[in-house]
């Protein structure tokens, strides 16, 4: 992998680069990727203009880097607060309802994730191509516990990020619901039955 | 609602209509909507700059106008295809299979759809409440006939949504696979079965 950040050494340039971090998810969200300037960024983070460049070679790195986080910090939040559950079914409406109080807090996620299929059509394509590589092996172990039935593990596992996706897209970014119970127990109903009738 | 086209009264009319609109497809897929001009969209088009706005006030309606037209297509080549099924199972099956060879067709669709949300949010927010406001209605029919389960109309559209656009994603958008019976019978095992084994 090509190098994205030149890590800081020191405590205060790990500040530092959070700053920009967190100023450049503002500006990404406010004006979207081709509107961002570097300028932007470092004015809105109150760090001189050529700080910025102790970090990242430029803003294409630079918003790749946020993906990458992004893609590690919800596998790590949902991770955790699946950590206790019992098997998968507990796991995937755990996952489900963490996943939306996560972006409850987090709405721009939406805005910055889906910006790269117009930025470089490839990074969407590993953003989740990656999704469903830690996704599968999740199910696989699963199944390999007896958890789970035999089901395509890749496909299931766009299935479940369509399912997260689409129902955090009504729930959280169109209705900003804040509690998702009612919403969870729904879609848990269409993997715990035959959701059609048998037919005739 | 707000007159977006105005409709061309003759056959020529239409025609020159439609080549502005398979013009401005193509240019809004590859420079987006922000780097697309409409000099670009009457060039591609070969028809005079003028032109343009005799259908059209500007880029924004031309652009909520395709929206539109697409969300009717979609709706059409499905309801189409699944005219002949008995029931609400199959009509799932042949829907998904035929949106996925649709969208095979029609790559594009993707980008000129989501980029909705960095045009103007509730365009897209309409997009995709319009489809689930009409999906809901299929899906209150089947079970007032009992071909489905008493599961919350809107959560399953979303849950449906999701699936049909994510298993597109990976498999036309990022695979571009050809056959699509495999991932559809797949698909349909997680609404035929209870996927996670029994809670012990």
Known sequence: ??????????????ETLMKICVAAEQVFFEKGYYGASIHDITRLASV???TFYIYFDGKYNL?????????????????KSIRG????????RMGLKSWLEYIREHKHMYNIIWES?????QLFVD???NFSKYYVEQLDAAKAKGELIDVDSEVLSY????????IGLNWVLFKDADNFDYVVDEVMKVFDRNIFAPET
């Open 117 to 121: 299929l117009y930025i470089d059509k």
């Open 159 to 166: 299935v479940l990020m369509g399912v997260s996706n689409f």
């Open 85 to 92: 559950c019992k098997n998968r079914r507990e796991a995937e």
């Open 1 to 14: 992998m090509d190098v994205l950040v030149n890590r800081p050494k020191t405590q205060r340039g790990e």
């Open 63 to 79: 918003y790749k880097f946020l993906l990458l986080q992004y893609s590690h910090e919800i596998r790590k939040h949902i991770s």
């Open 127 to 129: 953003y989740y191509a």
């Open 48 to 50: 001189a203009s050529g």
